[in-house]
């Protein structure tokens, strides 16, 4: 089975007309506002780096103090996280101690025979309406054991600031794949969600909303990421607080006090996210991909398989080599032997090298000519 090759051209458009370039040998494409968005900083060799831009926009301001990431990250195990990441936030010796466990794995350290499924379900239960520990013993239990966990939550939500670094995974140019995780912050935002509404379910109003107050803080916060998938996270917070309100009101015998209470928060719009919020780093995106190609830096697209040939025929089904030559149709990746690995084919040529890789995997080219 063969796979329609997706062209990555390396083509902009200025007012002088269309300029490209041609592969790694040559690169007649104009820095500007109108073609690459940004002017620098720049490689040894001529081409841009992007991911270098955005950690610039982004950190600008940004202190191991005021940078909420830093403290949230704590919380949780930093699932997926570089040594260059934590390094870029502060953190000494590539790690941190987890200041809290995950409801899942609560349970499983508890031997408590519960389905998983179930638990997830409980869960998402206990973040909409309030709820009595007697209702949801695990939950409210993990809460208990997590209270260091739920405190550091507080003290993130705070701090004024929010940046994740951006790294390459795949390359020094990879923009792609340096997209920090938004979901550092869910699982903060869904256990504070959690014990509002267990302190609502307690009659503690005012507590829950304080610590509803808190979520919306954290949603907040993650806008500043300044892209369109930080910006959802950033509503989806938003959206969680107000379910929980809606909840209050409607599950429980309020008084008119803490009804007035509640009316209060929603009206206080301080706290929520900004009615513009800036996604500017969202439009490098696109370029810098471009970029990517250019340079010949890091697999961009390639599904990686399992296997470790060299994707060829009679291969493995392993992912296809990645060559940067200059000759006309700079060798091709095709399908056969054991298909099991999958694996993309990246074939970089000046002239239009083509690359087809097996099973359900993707192949790209990146010239001038097809």
Not at 76 to 94: C, I, R, Y
Not at 248 to 262: F, G, N, P, S
Not at 347 to 367: L, Q
Request: glycine share 14%.
């Amino acid at each position: 089975m063969r796979v329609a090759s997706f062209v990555c051209a390396a083509v902009m458009v200025s007012g002088a007309g269309v300029v490209y370039a041609a592969g790694p040998a040559a690169r007649p494409y104009t820095v500007g506002a109108e073609t690459t968005v940004i002017n620098g900083p720049m490689w040894d060799d001529g081409t841009l780096d992007y991911v270098g831009a955005i950690n610039e926009r982004l950190s600008k301001g940004v202190t191991a103090e005021n940078n909420a990431a830093v403290v949230l990250l704590g919380v949780f195990a930093p699932v997926g996280k570089t040594k260059e990441e934590l390094a870029a936030l502060g953190v000494k010796g590539g790690a941190l101690v987890p200041a809290m466990k995950s409801l899942e794995d609560f349970a499983l350290e508890q031997h408590l025979d519960i389905d998983v499924d179930v638990l997830g379900d409980r869960e998402m239960e206990a973040r909409r309406r309030p709820w009595t520990e007697k209702e949801f013993p695990v939950i409210a239990a993990w809460l208990d054991a997590n209270k260091a966990g739920l405190a550091r939550i507080r003290v993130g939500a705070e701090r004024p600031r929010f940046y994740l670094p951006w790294v390459a995974e795949h390359g020094r140019g990879d923009v792609l794949s340096a997209i920090p995780l938004q979901a550092d912050v869910s699982m903060e935002r869904d256990a504070l969600m959690c014990e509002a509404m267990r302190l609502a379910g307690a009659k503690d109003v005012a507590g829950a909303l304080s610590e509803l107050r808190e979520v919306r803080k954290l949603g907040a916060l993650q806008v500043q990421g300044r892209t369109e998938l930080a910006v959802l996270e950033g509503a989806a917070a938003a959206r969680a607080a107000w379910t929980a309100y809606a909840g209050m009101v409607t599950k429980m015998d309020l008084t008119d006090e803490q009804l007035a209470a509640v009316g209060r928060e929603l009206e206080d719009r301080t706290i929520d996210l900004p009615e513009r919020p800036v996604i500017d780093v969202e439009y490098l995106l696109a370029p810098g991909t471009v970029m990517s190609c250019i340079g010949g830096q890091g697999d961009i697209f390639a599904d990686r398989g399992n296997g470790d040939s060299a994707g060829r025929s009679g291969g493995s089904g392993g992912p296809c080599e990645r060559r940067l030559g200059h000759g006309a149709q700079d060798g091709a990746c095709e399908d056969g032997g054991d298909r099991g690995g999958g694996g993309a084919a990246d074939v970089c040529g000046a002239a239009g090298g083509v690359g087809e890789a097996a099973g359900a995997s993707a192949s790209f080219r990146c010239g001038d000519a097809g």
